[in-house]
């Protein structure tokens, strides 16, 4: 089993829709949480960044941590198809280390 | 304020050969990480940098190394190639606090090996 399980989509919306991307993971231990977006051929672009339990929004973004179901979430609304990419959750169980384990991530495709 | 800077961007190579890729990182970052991306396995972390030691290491097997300059810079290198080394390398950057400071990517090395 993989530390960190995400759902590889494709994932396909209509434009306007609100869309919601999930992790879920096994290391109790995990604090540090962030979503990335990564367009084809890109590197990841850091979205979110929380610590611990809780909610953060950023414009249309909110991000979700429910460490007690280890579960975390992304919404986006209003969706837009420049939103379309995959978006990739990771983890951290310590500050100042950098090894991040990732979720393989969500393929979404945003239609016009 | 430049991002990560990775060259090459692709670049082909024959099983058995070595490769080089370099990493310039943000200005006043002192950590750097290095990850492999394939279809099948994700993100996968191999090593991180910081003030030219290695800090942290992935489960990769020797023939995945690297280096820190004293400037940050930093390279990996994979010896004895094999086609399952074909991947996008990615490089991050981040300050290297003990303050939960996220990593920035670069755009990536797109390695194929035939």
């Known amino acids: 089993q993989k530390e960190v399980e995400q759902d590889p989509g494709p994932l396909s919306v209509p434009e306007g829709a609100i869309v919601s991307l999930n992790c879920t993971y096994s290391?109790?231990?995990?604090?540090?949480f962030m979503w990335y977006r990564q367009y084809s051929r890109k590197g990841p672009e850091l979205l979110m960044y929380?610590?611990?339990?809780g909610n953060k929004e950023d414009g249309r973004f909110t991000a979700q941590v429910d460490k007690s179901s280890k579960y975390i979430s992304l919404f986006i609304r209003d969706s837009q198809p420049s939103d379309s990419a995959t978006y990739l959750c990771?983890?951290?169980?310590?500050?100042?280390?950098?090894?991040?384990?990732f979720g393989t991530g969500t393929r979404l495709k945003v239609l016009a | 304020k430049a991002g990560v800077t990775q060259t090459p961007r692709y670049l082909i190579k024959t099983r058995g050969q070595q490769v080089t890729l370099s990493c310039s990182p943000i200005?006043?970052?002192?950590?750097v990480s290095w990850y492999q991306q394939t279809p099948g396995q994700g993100l996968q972390f191999l090593f991180e940098?910081?003030?030219?030691?290695?800090?942290n290491k992935g489960n990769f097997p020797g023939r995945f190394s690297g280096r820190q300059f004293s400037n940050s810079r930093s390279e990996m290198n994979v010896s004895t190639l094999e086609l399952g080394d074909s991947a996008l390398y990615l490089c991050?950057?981040?300050?290297?606090?003990?303050?939960?400071?996220?990593?920035?990517f670069g755009e990536g090395s797109w390695l194929t090996v035939v």
């Open positions: 991050a950057s981040s300050l290297g606090s003990d303050s939960g400071n996220t990593i920035y």
């Open positions: 290391n109790s231990a995990f604090q540090y």
């Open positions: 929380t610590y611990s339990s």
């Open positions: 990771a983890m951290s169980a310590t500050s100042g280390t950098y090894k991040y384990i």
């Open positions: 200005s006043g970052h002192r950590s």
């Open positions: 940098y910081f003030s030219e030691t290695q800090r």
